[in-house]
């Protein structure tokens, strides 16, 4: 069976993945933000 043909048709395998790539982002987003703050930091801050 086609692996991308189950993914589209399955809703569950569906929105687990895309779950995941949202986690996924956010996480990646909060790393960038938190290391570009901690980089950006004055000595009053």
């Known amino acids: 069976m086609n692996l991308w043909h189950?993914?589209?048709?399955?809703?569950?395998?569906?929105?687990?993945?895309t779950g995941?790539?949202?986690?996924?982002g956010l996480c990646t987003f909060y790393a960038v933000y938190f290391m570009y703050k901690i980089s950006h930091a004055g000595p009053n801050d």
Do not use: W
């Not at 189950?6 to 993945?17: A, E, G, K, L, R």
């Not at 995941?20 to 996924?24: F, G, Q, T």
């Open 6 to 17: 189950q993914f589209m048709n399955d809703p569950v395998i569906f929105i687990s993945f």
């Open 20 to 24: 995941l790539a949202i986690v996924l």
